[in-house]
Nanobody, 119 residues
Framework: QVQLVESWGGLVQAGGSLRLSCAASGDIFSVMAMAWYRQAPGAQRELVAAITSSGTLTYADAVKGRFTISRDNAKNQVYLQMNSLEPEDTGLYYC?????????????WGQGTQVTVSS
Protein backbone atom coordinates (compact mmCIF):
# COMPACT_ATOMS: atom_id res chain seq x y z
CA GLN A 1 0.00 0.00 0.00
CA VAL A 2 1.25 3.47 -0.89
CA GLN A 3 0.23 6.58 0.99
CA LEU A 4 0.50 10.02 -0.56
CA VAL A 5 0.55 13.24 1.45
CA GLU A 6 0.36 16.61 -0.26
CA SER A 7 1.54 19.83 1.31
CA TRP A 8 2.24 23.56 0.73
CA GLY A 9 -0.99 24.61 -0.83
CA GLY A 10 -2.31 27.99 0.22
CA LEU A 11 -3.69 31.38 -0.71
CA VAL A 12 -1.75 33.50 -3.17
CA GLN A 13 -2.43 36.55 -5.30
CA ALA A 14 -2.62 36.32 -9.05
CA GLY A 15 0.84 36.36 -10.55
CA GLY A 16 2.34 34.67 -7.52
CA SER A 17 3.95 31.26 -7.09
CA LEU A 18 3.51 28.13 -5.01
CA ARG A 19 5.43 24.88 -4.85
CA LEU A 20 3.40 21.82 -3.95
CA SER A 21 5.03 18.71 -2.51
CA CYS A 22 3.80 15.15 -2.35
CA ALA A 23 5.51 12.60 -0.12
CA ALA A 24 5.02 8.91 -0.86
CA SER A 25 5.45 6.02 1.53
CA GLY A 26 6.89 2.65 0.59
CA ASP A 27 9.84 1.54 -1.49
CA ILE A 28 8.37 1.48 -5.00
CA PHE A 29 8.27 5.21 -5.64
CA SER A 30 10.94 5.12 -8.35
CA VAL A 31 8.90 2.75 -10.54
CA MET A 32 5.65 4.67 -10.30
CA ALA A 33 4.29 7.27 -12.65
CA MET A 34 3.38 10.38 -10.67
CA ALA A 35 0.95 13.14 -11.47
CA TRP A 36 -0.89 16.16 -10.14
CA TYR A 37 -4.60 16.59 -10.72
CA ARG A 38 -6.88 19.41 -9.66
CA GLN A 39 -10.56 19.85 -9.11
CA ALA A 40 -12.30 23.21 -9.07
CA PRO A 41 -15.68 23.61 -7.37
CA GLY A 42 -18.40 22.12 -9.55
CA ALA A 43 -15.92 20.79 -12.07
CA GLN A 44 -14.43 17.41 -12.85
CA ARG A 45 -10.98 16.42 -11.70
CA GLU A 46 -8.44 17.14 -14.42
CA LEU A 47 -4.83 16.26 -15.11
CA VAL A 48 -2.41 19.12 -14.50
CA ALA A 49 0.99 17.48 -15.02
CA ALA A 50 2.55 14.04 -15.02
CA ILE A 51 6.01 12.51 -14.90
CA THR A 52 6.79 8.89 -15.65
CA SER A 53 9.38 6.76 -13.89
CA SER A 54 11.78 7.51 -16.77
CA GLY A 55 11.15 11.25 -16.60
CA THR A 56 8.76 11.82 -19.49
CA LEU A 57 6.67 14.92 -18.83
CA THR A 58 3.09 15.79 -19.71
CA TYR A 59 1.29 19.08 -19.08
CA ALA A 60 -2.23 20.32 -19.54
CA ASP A 61 -2.37 23.09 -22.14
CA ALA A 62 -3.63 25.55 -19.55
CA VAL A 63 -0.46 25.28 -17.46
CA LYS A 64 2.25 24.84 -20.07
CA GLY A 65 5.04 27.34 -19.57
CA ARG A 66 3.87 28.18 -16.04
CA PHE A 67 3.99 24.91 -14.10
CA THR A 68 6.84 22.43 -13.73
CA ILE A 69 6.58 18.92 -12.35
CA SER A 70 9.64 17.16 -10.97
CA ARG A 71 10.49 14.20 -8.79
CA ASP A 72 13.19 13.20 -6.34
CA ASN A 73 13.36 9.43 -6.14
CA ALA A 74 15.86 9.54 -3.27
CA LYS A 75 13.32 11.42 -1.15
CA ASN A 76 10.16 9.73 -2.46
CA GLN A 77 8.76 13.11 -3.38
CA VAL A 78 7.14 14.76 -6.38
CA TYR A 79 6.79 18.51 -6.74
CA LEU A 80 4.70 20.97 -8.70
CA GLN A 81 6.23 24.41 -9.13
CA MET A 82 3.44 26.82 -10.08
CA ASN A 83 4.35 30.26 -11.38
CA SER A 84 2.26 33.11 -12.77
CA LEU A 85 -0.77 31.74 -10.99
CA GLU A 86 -4.20 32.76 -12.21
CA PRO A 87 -7.59 32.70 -10.43
CA GLU A 88 -8.53 29.86 -12.79
CA ASP A 89 -5.84 27.73 -11.12
CA THR A 90 -7.88 27.67 -7.91
CA GLY A 91 -8.85 24.18 -6.79
CA LEU A 92 -8.03 21.15 -4.72
CA TYR A 93 -4.78 19.66 -5.98
CA TYR A 94 -4.33 15.90 -5.71
CA CYS A 95 -1.20 13.81 -5.95
CA UNK A 96 -1.60 10.61 -7.96
CA UNK A 97 0.61 7.56 -8.30
CA UNK A 98 0.25 4.68 -10.73
CA UNK A 99 2.14 1.43 -10.55
CA UNK A 100 1.80 -0.54 -13.77
CA UNK A 101 1.97 -4.29 -13.40
CA UNK A 102 1.90 -7.00 -16.05
CA UNK A 103 -1.85 -7.61 -15.98
CA UNK A 104 -3.20 -4.46 -14.33
CA UNK A 105 -2.22 -1.29 -12.53
CA UNK A 106 -2.52 0.09 -9.03
CA UNK A 107 -3.59 3.69 -8.51
CA UNK A 108 -3.19 5.77 -5.39
CA TRP A 109 -4.48 9.23 -4.44
CA GLY A 110 -3.61 11.71 -1.77
CA GLN A 111 -6.17 13.69 0.21
CA GLY A 112 -5.50 16.93 -1.67
CA THR A 113 -4.20 20.36 -0.82
CA GLN A 114 -6.16 23.54 -1.48
CA VAL A 115 -4.78 26.22 -3.78
CA THR A 116 -6.63 29.52 -3.91
CA VAL A 117 -5.56 32.31 -6.25
CA SER A 118 -7.11 35.70 -5.61
CA SER A 119 -7.51 38.31 -8.31
Amino acid sequence: QVQLVESWGGLVQAGGSLRLSCAASGDIFSVMAMAWYRQAPGAQRELVAAITSSGTLTYADAVKGRFTISRDNAKNQVYLQMNSLEPEDTGLYYCNAVRRLIVNSQTYWGQGTQVTVSS
